[in-house]
């Protein structure tokens, strides 16, 4: 079983339409959570993150975590072409390390 | 600031040949990391460093791989007698300090560098 595991896709919705992401994970011991997103050819840019469980707004994007069920979700408001790409998630324990899930490929259509 | 830079950003090698990617952090930020990306993988850590220093090469093959990060110049991984189960996109980043403010590791990512073994 893979530490994270991500839904590869891909998803493709229309523009304005509201795009949800999530992963799952295995290991108890991750406080951080981050998604990325990655543009094709490109290297991945940090979106946000949150520690712990709970909520996270930024603009149109809103981060949730839910510990106790290991799983942790993306939800990006009014969609746009612009947001067409691959959306990673990634956590970690108190450490530098990130584990990856393999990242789901958004496809906004206009 | 001109983020990370990472080249070449393609290589295309022979089986048996030596592959070397360079990163260079950016401007102010002392700790590096190279993660691997295979198809339809996510990335896999390989190493961390710090000036002139390996902290940490848990997630590195133990054989035909190296990581260096010179008191002066960029990091350089280092791959040698390359094998077609090596050819991955290979990205580095940087961060200024272990754990930003809020306690998470935010990192820099740069644009990849894609090998190819033939």
Known sequence: ?110 | NAGVMQNPRHLVRRRGQEARLRCSPMKGHSHVYWYRQLPEEGLKFMVYLQKENIIDESGMPKERFSAEFPKEGPSILRIQQVVRGDSAAYFCASSPTLRAQSGANVLTFGAGSRLTVL
């Open chain 1, 1 to 110: 079983q893979k530490e994270v595991e991500q839904d590869p896709g891909p998803l493709s919705v229309p523009e304005g339409a509201i795009v949800s992401l999530n992963c799952t994970y295995s290991n108890s011991a991750f406080q951080y959570f981050m998604w990325y997103r990655q543009y094709s050819r490109k290297g991945p840019e940090l979106l946000m993150y949150t520690y712990s469980s709970g909520n996270k707004e930024d603009g149109r994007f809103t981060a949730q975590v839910d510990k106790s069920s290991k799983y942790i979700s993306l939800f990006i408001r009014d969609s746009q072409p612009s947001d067409s790409a691959t959306y990673l998630c990634a956590m970690n324990k108190d450490d530098y390390k990130l584990s990856f899930g393999a990242g789901t490929t958004v496809t906004v259509r206009a």
